[in-house]
Structures are given as C-alpha cells and as structure tokens.
Nanobody, 115 residues
C-alpha cells in the first residue's frame, strides 16, 4: 500500500521561503512522474509543479521562477523549494503521482503566508 507523507509547511511572512518534503513508501517511487499540488478551501486541487524520473521539471505560471521541484529517488522523496512567497500561495500542499491512477492522498502540509 503506497503512502505519502508531506511535511515542511508553516507560517511565513510574504517574501519568505519554505522547503516542503514528501516521502513515498510502499512503492517503486523512482519510475513515476511526481507532482506537487495545492488546494485552498472551496477550490479544486491544482497541479503547480511536476518532475519526471529523470529530473525534467514543469511549473504552473503562478509559481514559475519562485518554486523549484526536485527529487531524491534513493530517499523516495520529492521536494518543493518555495521562495518569494506571496499571500496567495496560502494553501494545503500535497504530492502525488501525476498520471492516473494516483495513490491515496496524504494529509498535506499547510502553508500560510502573511502579508
């Protein structure tokens, strides 16, 4: 049974930085296209960054130039370095496979950016 555990969120002032981590267990992590998603109350979860098994990355326009996704396949971990944070980045952040079928969602990690 695959399991995803996100961590690293918190409260930060606008302009600050956070680094999120997501550890996957119970799966062959390295072969999958992985993504970071975020969700605010009342809105759909959105994909903001993804990374191939080989390290090719893609970013949504809303985070391009500020966020960096990376992965350590030996540690079954995907990271999201978030710089120049804005209040509109406030959300619960999740990781998961990008392609279907996705694994069960973890609990996410809350990021709150104060102005």
């Amino acid at each position: 049974q695959e399991q995803l555990v996100e961590s690293g969120g918190g409260l930060v002032q606008a302009g600050g930085s956070l680094r999120l981590s997501c550890v996957a267990s119970g799966t062959i992590f390295s072969i999958y296209l992985m993504g970071w998603y975020r969700q605010v109350p009342g809105k759909q979860r959105e994909l903001i960054a993804r990374i191939t098994s080989g390290g090719t990355t893609y970013y949504a326009d809303s985070v391009k130039g500020r966020f960096t996704i990376s992965r350590d396949n030996a540690k079954n971990t995907v990271y999201l370095q978030m710089n120049s944070l804005k209040p509109e980045d406030t959300a619960v952040y999740y990781c998961n496979k990008v392609r279907l079928p996705q694994w069960g969602w973890g609990q996410g990690t809350q990021v709150t950016v104060s102005s």
